[in-house]
Each structure stands twice: as C-alpha cells, then as structure tokens.
C-alpha cells in the first residue's frame, strides 16, 4: 500500500443521503443544506427507487408526494429490501394525514415544509447517529453468526474427515487380510490357525500410525 492508499484509507467516507423530492428549489436546497454529506437527488417515485436499490445509502428523505407514487409508497418499497437505514418524512403541513400514516408506517422523523434549515439538520443528525449507535450491536450480531456458522462447518469437516479416515482403514484392513492370509499361507499356516489368531496384535497400532502420517502429510 502506497502513502497515498495509506491516507485515503484513514479518511472516512462521508455518509450517504438519497433525497426524493418533486420540487426543484427544494430538491436543491437540501442539497446545500446537507452538503457536509454525500447527496444525491431523485425527483420522482421510481428514479428514486431505482437509486435506493442500486446503491446504498446512510439515511433517506422523502417527500410525501413525487411523480410515480407517494413517499409512503416509497418507504413501503424501500423497506422491502432495507429494512434498518433511517427515514426522514417531508410534507406540506405539520400534523396532516401524511404526518400521522408516515409514523405510522414506522418513519423516524418527520419535518414540515418550508424547510427549516436547522430543524432538518438536527433531525439528520439525530438520525444518523442513532443509526451509528446500533452499529455495534449490529457488528457484534454478525462476528456471532460467523463463528456459530464456522463451528458447524468444522464440526461437519471433522466429521466427514473422520468418516473418510474410518473408511481408509477398513478398506486397508480388508486389504491387509487378504495380503496377510496369503503370506501365513505360502509359509505353511494352517487357514484355521489364521482365521483364529486374525488380527494380527500389532495391525490396529500399524494403522493408527499411518492414519497420523497421512493426515501429517508426510
């Protein structure tokens, strides 16, 4: 890593807000309002679906209505495939029938237009750092689920290794019998002598031994 990857990597990313609002003058206020943040801007339903589900975002401001559907709608789609980022409702009036629905629906803020600057920013704020504070407990969620998924994925490895292993040694038994009966034979055993003495004391040890070489790797 160069000196410059190194110093890019220790900026942080600013965070991302997905703004949908029809109106022109107020899509661009927000903008300025919210220019500490990465911004970006859809003027109508399904513009703004479309970026929702392509990219990701830190926190969503909808307006209550746009081109193509309302921002209840939207907050309905939305939530089908993110379930947890912030959502910060517009309307025309403070209290309306809008207001109490997007509440409703489980938006976590709500402002009134005109847009007051320091209200929206308050809210932005509260918002995303309401969402920072469930990041550990979100992070501690995940490093649980992998190490549970890891247990059973070894137990299930250990498992098929031990499976594998009792078939190699049963397949060399069957083997060095056939082998050890030949020789005990050719020397003059009696076959009911090695049906009797079968097996041999030491064959158990011999593949104990092997089963630990093999799985060495040398």
């Not at 160069?2 to 661009?28: G, Y």
Request: hydrophobic residues 40%; positive net charge; contains cysteine.
């Amino acid at each position: 890593m160069t000196n410059k990857d190194s110093l890019r990597a220790q900026i942080p990313k600013k965070k991302r807000i997905l703004v949908v609002e029809d109106h022109d003058d107020e899509r661009n206020t927000l903008r300025l309002i919210l220019g500490e943040y990465d911004v970006m801007a859809a003027g109508d339903h399904d513009e703004g679906l479309r970026l929702a589900r392509r990219q990701y975002f830190d926190l969503y401001v909808l307006g209550s209505r746009a081109p193509g559907g309302t921002g209840i709608e939207l907050y309905r789609r939305i939530r089908e495939f993110d379930p947890n980022t912030p959502i910060l409702f517009c309307s025309e009036q403070p209290y309306s029938s809008d207001h109490l629905e997007a509440l409703g629906v489980g938006a976590q803020a709500y402002y009134a237009k005109p847009i007051e600057v320091q209200e929206v920013l308050r809210m932005v704020s509260n918002l995303l750092s309401a969402s920072a504070e469930l990041l550990r407990e979100a992070r501690h969620a995940e490093y649980v689920a992998i190490r549970e998924e890891l247990a059973v994925r070894s137990n299930d490895n250990r498992r098929s290794i031990e499976m594998a292993a009792e078939r190699w040694r049963r397949a060399v038994r069957k083997l060095l019998r056939v082998k050890a009966k030949a020789a005990f034979l050719n020397a003059g055993g009696a076959r009911g002598d090695f049906k009797r003495l079968w097996p041999a004391t030491y064959l158990d040890a011999a593949l104990d031994w092997e089963c630990a070489k093999r799985q060495s790797g040398s």
